[in-house]
């Protein structure tokens, strides 16, 4: 079973930097692809980005483009979301999920990590 762990949220103000980190453990965690969600209070959750884990492609949502960088390092297992000019409505809980292949559906969910933006 493939466990995540969410790390590096926290209270920062207005344009701001955060990097969360996901870690994963388990001997079947093998990704075809990571990605990072956010849930707000009262909103659906949404997708923030992603990255091809052989290879490294990404993919972002136009509301982080630009400011918003995902990483991998495959030695460790570990997904990054680096977060620069972090925005009010930025905050959010943040989710890092494991896609298995390129068919299936996100089938591992992290538990979240809290980021608050203040203004």
């Known amino acids: 079973q493939v466990q995540l762990v969410e790390s590096g949220g926290g209270l920062v103000q207005a344009g701001d930097s955060l990097r969360l980190s996901c870690a994963a453990s388990?001997?079947?965690?093998?990704?075809?692809?990571m990605g990072w969600f956010r849930q707000a209070p009262g909103k659906e959750r949404e997708f923030v980005a992603r990255?091809?884990?052989?290879?490294?492609?990404?993919y972002y949502a136009d509301s982080v483009k630009g400011r918003f960088t995902i990483a991998r390092d495959t030695a460790k297992s570990t997904v990054y979301l680096q977060m620069n000019s972090l925005k009010p409505e930025d905050t959010a809980v943040y989710y890092c999920?494991?896609?298995?292949?390129?068919?299936?559906?996100?089938?591992?969910w992290g538990r979240g990590t809290q980021v608050t933006v203040s203004s």
């Open positions: 388990g001997r079947t965690f093998s990704p075809y692809m």
């Open positions: 990255i091809i884990w052989s290879g490294g492609s990404t």
């Open positions: 999920a494991r896609k298995g292949g390129y068919y299936t559906d996100y089938d591992n």
